[in-house]
Nanobody
Framework: QVQLVESGGGLVQAGGSLRLSCAAS????????MGWFRQATGKEREFVAF????????YYADSVRGRFTISRDSATNTVYLQMNSLKPEDTAVYYC?????????????????WGQGTQVTVSS
């Protein structure tokens, strides 16, 4: 089993920054991916970014590329999402996810483990 606990959400003005954290426990992730997804009110959950645990390969949604950075700390099994130049349209509940597969995916249903989510609100 895998447990994921997010933190770091909050209210920020447009143009500001936030850093989300996701603490993972329960098993190792040597052949896995960790990702961030988000879900705005009334919309479907969408992919934001993922990182391959071994090697650190990253991939981003077009809407956040160049503004968000995903990273991981292997020593503490923690994944981060640094969000800069935030926009009101970034407002959503952000979820950390884990996929126990060497092949990455941007489809939410392909990820087997999820955190409880953390709210990010960007005011204009």
């Amino acid at each position: 089993q895998v447990q994921l606990v997010e933190s770091g959400g909050g209210l920020v003005q447009a143009g500001g920054s936030l850093r989300l954290s996701c603490a993972a426990s329960g098993r190792t992730f040597s052949r896995s991916h960790m990702g961030w997804f988000r879900q705005a009110t009334g919309k479907e959950r969408e992919f934001v970014a993922f990182i391959r645990w071994s090697g650190g390969i990253t991939y981003y949604a077009d809407s956040v590329r160049g503004r968000f950075t995903i990273s991981r700390d292997s020593a503490t099994n923690t994944v981060y999402l640094q969000m800069n130049s935030l926009k009101p349209e970034d407002t959503a509940v952000y979820y950390c996810a884990a996929r126990d597969n060497i092949i990455p995916s941007t489809t939410p249903r392909a990820w087997g483990y999820w955190g409880q989510g953390t709210q990010v609100t960007v005011s204009s």
